[in-house]
Each structure stands twice: as C-alpha cells, then as structure tokens.
C-alpha cells in the first residue's frame, strides 16, 4: 500500500447478525519509506459512504499506528494501552477500534472502549460480533 490510493471497505456485524459498512474512496497508508519506520505507518482516508457512520475520519485520518509498546496517539492516557489493548490509529483514543478485545456478547453493557468499537453506529460500550477491513485498487 506504500504511496498508492486504494479504497478500503469496512464490514461490521452486531449480534443480532445486523451489519453495516463504511467505505472510504481513498485509503493508504505511508510505509517503511527513506526516513524507515519514522512516519509511523500514518493513515490517509477520505470519501466516506455507508449505513455505519464515519468513525474513522475525524479521529483517525492522518494518524500513526499505535500500539501498547509504541504510543502515537496525541493523549498522555496511552489509548491502546488503556482501550481494548490492540494497535490502532488513534487520536485521543478515536471513535473506532477496530483491535479491540473480543469481549463477546454483552451488548450495551461492555466495558467502556474495550471492545471492538465502531462509534458512530453502535455506541462506546457494544463489542462487535465481527469485523472485516477490505482493501483493493
């Protein structure tokens, strides 16, 4: 995905087998370019459609990945240290997380940012049965 614009399609699915998708015309991420891992796998996302909500855009567009042992997110709380321990591009912990835990069933009731998250749809606390990110040309 090194400097080329790809489109990516995300597909989530609630417990009662209900889905929605985003989609985003233009998706890329910069890679290991001359400086190496300096630019931190930065997120580059626009032309957002769907039935989900766009909880990728605001908050996650022109981000570095983070991770538990490597914190680029902009907030001192460390968001993939403290919401659902998966890497993810946040910023000041994002309205998505889509590497959160798999906390299973607990609908409404789940732990705050702790599971995997698609704000704009299902709200903070609803862990997502499953997810899906397709990327093509």
């Known amino acids: 995905t ?7 399609r ?9 889905s929605a998708f985003a989609e985003y015309s233009t998706f890329s991420v910069r890679l290991f370019m001359v400086s190496g ?7 580059h996302i626009s032309g957002y459609s769907g039935t ?3 909880s990728m855009r ?6 570095r990945f983070s991770t538990v042992d490597r914190d680029n997110d902009g907030c001192s709380c460390h968001c993939s240290q403290q919401y659902g321990q998966g890497g993810w591009w946040f910023r000041f912990c994002s ?3 889509l590497n959160g835990r798999y906390l299973g069933n607990c609908w409404s009731s789940c732990a705050f940012r702790q599971g995997m998250v698609w704000n704009h749809w299902k709200g903070w606390s609803y862990s997502l049965k499953s ?6 040309p």
């Open 95 to 97: 309205y998505s997380i």
């Open 10 to 18: 995300i597909e989530l699915l609630d417990w009662n087998n209900e």
């Open 58 to 63: 605001l908050h996650s567009n022109g981000q």
């Open 2 to 8: 090194n400097q080329k614009n790809y489109r990516l």
């Open 131 to 136: 997810v899906s990110m397709k990327i093509r």
């Open 52 to 54: 989900a909500g766009d």
């Open 37 to 43: 891992e300096s630019d931190g796998y930065r997120l």
